[in-house]
Nanobody
Framework: VQLQASGGGLVQPGGSLRLSCAAS????????MDWHRQAPGKQREWVAG???????SLRDAVKGRFTISRDNAKSTMYLQMDSVKPEDAAVYYC???????????????WGQGTLVTVSS
């Protein structure tokens, strides 16, 4: 099982960016999926989460600006980032609870991270 995060890049303050996180490999079921971020010199922090039914939660700092969604048919999660602020600059990581087969336990997998740079 692999998680591939993509979509990062340079965005101006106030601009928008859409991140994707695609799960691939042997997958039986995906439960919760989450986005996290880590800015230089800071600890990694949770940003947003979505469960298998589509229920979402967001960090207060991004509420009203970020939207998390998923396409279960594509085993992919998205993070729509609008009204981006300089403090949103970070490496964004995705994680997911995945069962590779019906006979295995849930396991948490992590993607490699995608860099978001905010600059005018």
């Amino acid at each position: 099982v692999q998680l591939q995060a993509s979509g990062g890049g340079l965005v101006q303050p106030g601009g928008s960016l859409r991140l994707s996180c695609a799960a691939s490999g042997r997958i039986f079921s995906i439960n919760d999926m989450d986005w996290h971020r880590q800015a230089p010199g800071k600890q990694r922090e949770w940003v947003a989460g979505i469960n298998s039914s589509g229920g979402t939660s967001l960090r207060d700092a991004v509420k009203g600006r970020f939207t998390i969604s998923r396409d279960n048919a594509k085993s992919t999660m998205y993070l729509q980032m609008d009204s981006v602020k300089p403090e949103d600059a970070a490496v964004y990581y995705c994680s997911a609870q995945i069962r590779p087969s019906s006979g295995t336990a849930w396991r948490n997998y992590w993607g490699q991270g995608t860099l978001v740079t905010v600059s005018s």
